[in-house]
């Protein structure tokens, strides 16, 4: 019985701390959509195509990333923070269901 009591404590421990995290979280989340709405706006510019046919003109620093001039980097990006956000809701959903 003492080990399920430690076990029970510890797991508790445990799970404060990363409730500590997850509400952190909550700050990234909000950013990351605030950057992915800002980022599809600037997609989604009529413009943006003839800033991707004549990138070779511009220069700026990609901090080694994908160019936001390349063809897929803007719309890789925003399908994988919604993918992300689908798994997030998934888990959230179990939560609140007690699964």
Not at 29 to 39: C, F, R
Not at 42 to 48: A, G, H, L, N, R
Not at 63 to 69: A, H, T
């Amino acid at each position: 019985m003492q080990q399920k009591i430690q076990q029970a404590q510890d797991n508790y421990g445990l799970l404060l701390e990363l409730q500590k995290k997850l509400a952190e979280s909550l700050k990234d989340w909000q950013e990351a959509t605030k950057l992915a709405k800002e980022l599809e706006t600037f997609y989604q510019q009529p413009e943006w195509i003839e800033l991707h046919d004549n990138s070779e003109k511009y220069t700026f620093d990609t901090k080694g990333n994908y160019s936001v001039l390349s063809e897929d980097a803007i719309w890789n990006t925003l399908w994988e923070q919604k993918e992300l956000a689908g798994e997030v809701a998934n888990i959230a959903i179990n939560i609140l269901r007690n699964k």
